[in-house]
């Protein structure tokens, strides 16, 4: 059974940093197109970044600069390095497995799997 494993939320100041992970099973992350979403609080659930299998990555405009999608075969995992964190930045984080980045968007164009979530909060 396909497992996508998020972890590392928990709570941050603003200006802070946190290090989410995702980890796999019954699936190996350098086969598909991997992408972060998040879900903010009264909000829709919206594409963070996404790394395709050839390692080429996209994270969303408003995001740029200060988050990062990285691949980890070894460790059969992604991680979202998210710096200079902003109250805004708060919500459940998810993982996700899919074909076909849109790089304009940071999203995958077929979702496949779908992690559970990490809680996110950023206090001012």
């Known amino acids: 059974q396909v497992q996508l494993v998020e972890s590392g939320g928990g709570l941050a100041r603003s200006g802070g940093s946190l290090r989410l992970s995702c980890a796999a099973s019954e699936l190996f992350v350098d086969v598909y197109d991997m992408g972060w979403y998040r879900q903010t609080p009264g909000g829709e659930r919206e594409p963070v970044a996404a790394i395709s299998q050839d390692g080429l990555t996209s994270v969303a405009e408003s995001l740029k600069g200060r988050f990062t999608i990285v691949r980890v075969s070894a460790d059969n995992a992604i991680y979202l390095q998210m710096n200079d964190l902003k109250p805004e930045d708060s919500g459940d984080y998810y993982c996700?497995?899919?074909?076909?980045?849109?790089?304009?968007?940071?999203?995958?164009?077929?979702?496949?799997?779908w992690g559970r979530g990490t809680h996110v909060t950023v206090s001012s």
């Open positions: 996700a497995a899919g074909r076909d980045v849109d790089y304009r968007s940071s999203r995958l164009k077929l979702l496949v799997f």
